[in-house]
């Protein structure tokens, strides 16, 4: 019957199946997620959902890369089965099998180039976070002072990348990273001018993070008000790691810093003062607002 030499040859499709059943059971096998011996949360460090992110994009590669070979062999391996029960062989199902390898073949060559480029943007943000939160970890030490830093708080519809809390205001800081273009001899181009709505690098200008720095301040102002009663003194910080800032025409209701003496800037930095018990409402809020954060991943990773 015709329709047999069609189907036996899925038998040798069968270990082509199990080695992907196997890749795809053991795509979670890298996952630097650890919890509390103590209640059971996620840990959160600095960059943790930049963490979180790579971690993803690795597992992307895994199954791209582990994947890629089995399927791209899956039509040849069906076709030289279908020689054995074949009484004539038909070149144009062939060529059809050859067609759809090199097709596969593309394919997994563009996957696996979107998971290198991604997972080289997401190491260069994580570096720019854990050095800025490096240099915030600073505040709080001595700790007899009343300092805080909280890491990826989450707002509505985003995630805060660092919140700074002193006796004299909030800070929100944001964090950008951007790779240095090359001069004509081959140097590094560094400094970026601050505008009142942009930033203008060597060769391209953004508004987007500018405006999500202040997007994220507001939001912090308005749920500290709504949260604790009381009108909190908060401005946002935009951190360039690694860049030169020039801040000439800068805007006064935010500051853009490259991220150097950072924890000195804002231990000294008043934007206005509020009594102890506002100022340890303020840490219970933000307190709370982390463990949503941790809430949240854990019910996806029940899911």
């Known amino acids: ?63 791209n890369g582990a994947l890629g070979p089995i399927v791209i062999l899956a039509p040849l391996t069906f076709g030289m089965g279908r020689m054995l029960f074949a009484d004539e062989q038909i070149w144009f199902e062939w060529a059809l099998y050859g067609l759809l390898c090199s097709a596969l073949v593309l394919l997994f060559c563009f996957l696996l180039m979107r998971d290198f480029q991604r997972i080289r943007r997401l190491k260069l943000g994580l570096a720019c976070e854990l050095a800025v939160g490096q240099e915030l970890e600073r505040l709080i030490r001595p700790e007899d002072h009343p300092f805080f830093v909280f890491h990826d708080i989450p707002s509505d519809t985003f995630t805060i990348d660092h919140v700074a809390l002193t006796p004299y205001g909030v800070f929100v800081v944001e964090t950008r990273a951007r790779t240095h273009p090359l001069d004509a001899a081959g140097r590094p181009q560094d400094q970026v001018a601050v505008e009142g709505q942009r930033l203008r690098f060597p060769g391209w200008s953004e508004r987007e993070p500018l405006r999500k720095t202040r997007q994220a301040a507001g939001w912090m102002r308005h749920w500290l008000a709504r949260e604790c009663g009381v009108d909190v003194p908060v401005r946002g910080v935009l951190v360039l790691p690694g860049w030169r800032i020039d801040s000439g025409e800068a805007p006064d209701d935010l500051l853009v810093v490259s991220g150097e003496e950072l924890a000195k800037l804002l231990a000294e930095a008043r934007l206005g003062e509020f009594s102890d018990a506002e100022h340890d409402d303020v840490a219970r809020a933000l307190t709370r607002r982390a463990a949503l954060l941790d809430d949240r991943r854990r019910e996806r990773a029940s899911i």
């Open 1 to 63: 019957m015709a329709w047999l030499e069609y189907l036996l040859p899925l038998i040798f499709l069968a270990p082509l199946g199990a080695t992907a059943s196997i890749v795809v059971a053991l795509r979670n096998l890298h996952d630097a997620r650890v919890h509390s011996p103590f209640d059971a949360h996620p840990l959160r460090e600095p960059g943790q959902a930049l963490r979180d992110r790579l971690d993803r994009a690795f597992t992307s590669l895994f199954l």
